[in-house]
T-cell receptor, first 112, second 115 residues
Framework: DAGVIQSPRHEVTEMGQEVTLRCKPISGHDYLFWYRQTMMRGLELLIYFNNNVPIDDSGMPEDRFSAKMPNASFSTLKIQPSEPRDSAVYFC??????????FGEGSWLTVV | GEDVEQSLFLSVREGDSSVINCTYTDSSSTYLYWYKQEPGAGLQLLTYIFSNMDMKQDQRLTVLLNKKDKHLSLRIADTQTGDSAIYFCAELLRNYGGSQGNLIFGKGTKLSVKP
């Protein structure tokens, strides 16, 4: 079975540019999560969706961050404009009925 | 507040058992998880335990849960060099009404296995 698929795996961008991270959850899963991992703060939940509807976005750092899930098989996390402090690994994860949560390989973002 | 605590480092010799400990805070957590992260990779779900269980065994992995003390441990038998990684403990918090909530992660324990 294909797991959670994220793209790009690595991105280096200049400050001020727009960054779009993409995620395809495991087929049939009804929950999708976006996490961010940094050395300082560890793993933090940014937002999660249930049946394509955002349920909790309290972890989204600020208005520069936005996430969408237009259908059950695709989600995006957008940062506009990007800043150096946004450099982190961004993980997408999905689950069925919310219990066993599977992570993608992550998108490693560097903003210079 | 919600917090999951783990020791940051553990070093063992190949062939020995490793025990990684974790304490969590929310007594209403229904599921507790162990994830493994190798360098440059994502989080791999290793195992999980439901809160009404005391122990779960899966090949070389044994999870012990002490609900009274809110203590979770992961034992890896016959530790191999390939087990070197960061191991994260996580608890699943439920929103009001029991719907899906948030996974709260510990900072991770870096396991080093010496040959």
């Amino acid at each position: 079975d294909a797991g959670v698929i994220q793209s790009p795996r690595h991105e280096v961008t200049e400050m001020g540019q727009e960054v779009t991270l993409r995620c395809k959850p495991i087929s049939g899963h009804d929950y999708l999560f976006w996490y961010r991992q940094t050395m300082m703060r560890g793993l933090e939940l940014l937002i999660y969706f249930n049946n394509n509807v955002p349920i909790d976005d309290s972890g989204m750092p600020e208005d520069r961050f936005s996430a969408k899930m237009p259908n059950a098989s695709f989600s995006t996390l957008k940062i506009q404009p990007s800043e150096p402090r946004d450099s982190a690994v961004y993980f997408c994860a999905s689950s069925f009925k919310g219990n066993t949560i599977y992570f993608g390989e992550g998108s490693w973002l560097t903003v210079v | 507040g919600e917090d999951v605590e783990q020791s940051l480092f553990l070093s063992v010799r190949e062939g020995d058992s490793s025990v990684i400990n974790c304490t969590y805070t929310d007594s209403s957590s229904t599921y507790l998880y162990w994830y493994k992260q190798e360098p440059g990779a994502g989080l791999q779900l290793l195992t999980y335990i439901f809160s009404n269980m005391d122990m779960k065994q899966d090949q070389r992995l044994t999870v012990l849960l002490n609900k009274k003390d809110k203590h979770l441990s992961l034992r890896i038998a016959d530790t191999q060099t390939g087990d070197s990684a960061i191991y994260f403990c996580a608890e699943l918090l439920r929103n009001y009404g029991g719907s899906q909530g948030n996974l709260i992660f510990g900072k991770g324990t870096k396991l080093s296995v010496k040959p």
